[in-house]
C-alpha cells in the first residue's frame, strides 16, 4: 500500500481544468513533488517543493497546500497532458502515492 | 544536458542475479544522489533508495534492505542496482533518477527505465 493518497483517476475535456489531489500525514511537515508519465515513458518532474515549477514545464501546471494534503491544478488541460501522475514527499524514507491517471475527454 | 543511460531489458530465471546500469553525463556525478525506483506493471513507483556516488554512502528502502545492493564507479560515472538471487516478485521496469534523498527530494533527472523479466 502507499503512504500517500491519491484519487486512482481523473477525467476532464480539453480546455477545463483538472485537480489531482494527494493526502498524507507527512504532508502537513514535509515537501510534496509531483511527476508526470507518460505511457512507456519515465516520469518527469513537474512540480517541486508543492509548488515550484522546474524550468520548460509550461504555466498551466500548477500546486499548492491546505493541512495533509496537496493538489496539483492543470489549467486549461491539452491533449498532451493525458498522463498519469504521481506525488511524492518525505516520511522516514521516500514516499510515492499510487498515481492518478488523468484521462482527457 | 543531463542524461541518465540505463542498461537493456534483461530476462532471467529466478534464483539468478542481476546487476543493472545508470550511466551518467553532462554533470559531476560525485555531487548527487543516484535513487533507484520500482515499477510492476500498471502499478505506481516504490523508492528502493539511494547511493551518494562521492563516498558509496547508500540508504535502502526497508522493504528493499537485504534483497538488493547499490554500487558506484566514479572512474565511469555508473550506478548500479543488483540482485544475488531473483524472485519472480522481481518482474518489473527499474528506473534510476538524480536525487530522491534529503537536500534534493526532486529527481529532476530519470533514466529511460530497465525492464527486469524473472520467469519462476
Known amino acids: 500500500s502507499y503512504q500517500l493518497t491519491q484519487t486512482p483517476s481523473v477525467s476532464v475535456s480539453p480546455g477545463q481544468t483538472a485537480r489531482i489531489t494527494c493526502s498524507g500525514d507527512t504532508l502537513s511537515k514535509q515537501f510534496a513533488y509531483w511527476y508526470q508519465q507518460k505511457p512507456g515513458q519515465a516520469p518527469a518532474l513537474v512540480i517541486y517543493?508543492?509548488?515550484e515549477r522546474p524550468s520548460g514545464i509550461p504555466e498551466r501546471f500548477s500546486g499548492s497546500r491546505s493541512g495533509t494534503t496537496v493538489t496539483l491544478t492543470i489549467s486549461g488541460v491539452q491533449a498532451e497532458d493525458e498522463a498519469d501522475y504521481h506525488c511524492q514527499s518525505l516520511d522516514t524514507s521516500v514516499i510515492f502515492g499510487g498515481g492518478t491517471k488523468l484521462t482527457v475527454l | 544536458e543531463v542524461q541518465l543511460l540505463q542498461s537493456g531489458a534483461e530476462v532471467k530465471k529466478a534464483g539468478e542475479s542481476l546487476k543493472i546500469s545508470c550511466k551518467a553525463s553532462g554533470y559531476r556525478f560525485t555531487s548527487n544522489w543516484i535513487g533507484w525506483v520500482r515499477q510492476k506493471p500498471g502499478k505506481g513507483l516504490e523508492w528502493m533508495g539511494v547511493?551518494?556516488?562521492?563516498?558509496?554512502?547508500?540508504i535502502y528502502s526497508p522493504s528493499f534492505q537485504g534483497q538488493i545492493t547499490f554500487s558506484a564507479d566514479r572512474s565511469i560515472n555508473t550506478a548500479y542496482l543488483q540482485w544475488r538471487s531473483l524472485k519472480a516478485s522481481d518482474t518489473a521496469t527499474y528506473y534510476c533518477a538524480r536525487g530522491l534523498w534529503l537536500g534534493e527530494l526532486g529527481a529532476d533527472s530519470w533514466g529511460q527505465g530497465t525492464q527486469v523479466t524473472v520467469s519462476s
Open positions: 517543493k508543492d509548488n
Open positions: 547511493i551518494y556516488p562521492d563516498d558509496s554512502d547508500t
